[in-house]
């Protein structure tokens, strides 16, 4: 088992629409991109040693490691996340890289806690992996994060999106057409109140599902009946989000771009109005690219207050924009030698 060199590579992911559906049991559409974080090195010894291209200090974990979240440097919580819910028979030397852009919202967290945990070994089913690693996410963050961006970087498949269905945790891939443009634009604004402000937008929708019942497959004049304002704006976005869901995985599959981009505009109104994630910047952005001739979409993508764009294009109309990304395959794991 030692001595073995071993590369584990796991992709970031773009959600092209349905956020803040899938901790309420809900449907969403991402994909896994081009941009990934790969891991390199050995199996061995009784400590995991990892050094990354992105930060000056190294990361070293001790197998036995009881609070990832007292761990430093910071980044080293995630490994830390991996170490304390997998509990790995050896540690690991090595280091990281990534092409994803780390802390934009293309889950470059995810891609990280999926290597690793790949990297060291793990062993099982993709949903159990999954699982693991958004476990590992909240240990080492604190926030309460939903299951999306494992599922996606475990179980992404070149050329197709992903229709993830949260209530039963499957999911169903759908071709891309060819003649799509899918880039994805950083607004400038870091995610500052990302973590506090989630918890709380997840805490109204809890307090809705105890409400109304669950949000899925329901008319969206039942949010209607919710006597707080609040919480009746909070219920509509998720009741929209996943009809909408549904409606642009239909249209996706006919081909139909114009509709699927209206939906994903839709989508953006309804995260900026009902479920107040948006921010100014990220609504001009937004118009921004949609003025733009041949652009057919766009919408806030993750948590939203900060972070990240996704936008659908005929070929050529986003050109000089952000990161043109390409639906890629997940997460791998090659063994050699030893
Ligand atoms: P996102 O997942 O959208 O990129 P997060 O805030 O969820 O943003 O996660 C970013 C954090 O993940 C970074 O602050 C860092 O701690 C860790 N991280 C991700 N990728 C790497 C990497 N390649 N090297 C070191 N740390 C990383
Ligand atoms: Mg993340």
Known sequence: MSGQRVRARAPGRVNLIGDHTDYAGGLAVPMAIDLETVVTGTRGGGRVHLRSANEPLPADVPLEVADPVAVDPPWARYLAGVVAEMRPPLGFTGEVSSTVPVGSGLSSSAALEVSVALALGYEGDPLGLARLCQRAEQRASGVPSGIMDQLTS?????????????????????????????????????????????????????????????????????????????????????????????????????????????????????????????????????????????????????????????????????????????????????????
Do not use: K
Not at 219 to 235: C, E, G, Q
């Open 154 to 338: 475990i179980l992404g498949r070149a050329g197709h999106a992903l229709v993830i269905d949260f209530a039963t945790l499957t999911v169903t891939e759908i071709g891309l057409p060819p003649d799509i443009e899918i880039v994805v634009v950083h607004s400038g604004q870091p995610r500052a109140l990302a973590g506090s402000a989630y918890a709380d937008r997840r805490r109204d929708v809890e307090r809705a599902i105890a409400e109304l019942g669950p949000l899925r497959d329901r008319p969206a004049s039942d949010a209607d009946t919710l006597t707080d304002p609040v919480l009746r704006r909070r219920a509509r976005h998720v009741i929209g989000e996943n009809a909408r869901v549904l409606d642009f995985a239909g249209a996706l599959a006919r081909g139909e771009l114009r509709e699927a981009g209206a939906l994903m505009v839709e989508s953006h109104r309804s995260l900026r109005d009902d479920f107040e994630v948006s921010t100014p910047v990220l609504d001009e952005l937004v118009a921004r690219l949609l003025a733009a001739p041949g652009v057919l979409g766009a919408r806030l993508t993750g948590a939203g207050f900060g972070g990240c764009v996704v936008a659908l294009g005929e070929p050529g109309a986003l050109a000089g924009e952000g990161w043109h990304v390409h639906a890629s395959d997940g997460a791998t794991v090659t063994v050699e030698g030893g």
